[in-house]
Structure formats: structure tokens, C-alpha cells
């Protein structure tokens, strides 16, 4: 009976220390898009795939948010490429959210958006949260 104690103190031990080894990445990027323009959301996602590649997708923690007139660049009828470009970034690990204010304004359901992507209430909200919590913070 002491011996399986013991052996479970041992591994619940085991348990914590791997749980703490595991770290939070080490770099957080934020990017805004706010204009109804492929080519802005097309460098936004530009710039997230360079940040990957210069510090590797698991050191880097990166949210894009959309809003405003930007919403108008994520419905489901994109071209493809950017289309693929969006699924590529959102399997890579880029979370990409759209602001329900700004949906809502341009009539817009999540039906009519790429399915990759993700709500928040406010666009400016998140981005005033995000800032706050120490996000790097990018505006192509």
C-alpha cells in the first residue's frame, strides 16, 4: 500500500512538471484589417506567414482581427486564392476573428463568411484587449 502511494506521488510530480515545461509562445502578433481590400487582408496574411518563418508557428501566438469594412474581405465567395491563402493561415495556426458589430452593419451572417474563421463581439474591443495584455500590434 505505501509503495503505491508513494509511486503515485511520484507521478502525480511528473504530471506537474511536465505541465508547467509546456510555455505559452513566446511572441504574440496582432493584425488589423479594416478596409474592404483583397490586397490589404492578402498582406496582413503575408505578414503573419513571414512572422511564422522568422520565429516558427510555435513560438508565435498571432490573431487577426477583422472589422469595420473589412468583414467585406472574408465572405465565402473570395477568390480562391485567397481563399486557400486564409484555410492555409488558419491551419497554420492564425486565428483569424471577425467583429459582430461590423456584421451585423453590413448585413452580413456567418453563413456568407469562409467557414475558417472565427466572432468576437467588438473588433475594437479585441484589439484594445489584446494591446493591453502586450500584443505586438501591426496595421497593413
Known amino acids: 500500500m505505501r509503495f503505491q502511494q508513494l509511486l503515485l506521488a511520484i507521478s ?22 479594416s478596409e474592404d481590400s483583397l490586397d490589404k487582408l492578402n498582406l496582413a496574411l503575408n ?4 512572422v511564422q518563418k522568422a520565429f516558427g508557428p510555435e513560438n508565435v501566438e498571432i490573431q487577426m482581427v477583422v472589422f ?8 465565402y465567395y473570395v477568390p480562391a486564392p485567397i481563399a486557400d ?4 493561415s488558419v491551419y497554420s495556426g ?7 458589430i461590423a456584421m451585423r452593419s453590413a448585413r452580413l ?21 489584446k ?6 500590434y501591426i496595421r497593413p
Open 85 to 88: 491563402k486564409v484555410k492555409a
Open 12 to 33: 502525480l510530480l511528473l504530471f506537474i512538471n511536465t505541465a508547467w515545461s509546456i510555455e505559452a509562445p513566446r511572441y504574440r502578433l496582432l493584425l488589423q484589417v
Open 109 to 129: 451572417r456567418p453563413s456568407d463568411m469562409l467557414q475558417e474563421v472565427r466572432y468576437v463581439p467588438s473588433g475594437a474591443a479585441e484589439i484594445v484587449e
Open 131 to 136: 494591446h493591453t495584455q502586450g500584443w505586438a
Open 47 to 50: 505578414n503573419a506567414k513571414n
Open 94 to 100: 492564425v486565428r483569424i476573428v471577425l467583429c459582430e
Open 68 to 75: 469595420g469594412a473589412g468583414v467585406n474581405t472574408l465572405k
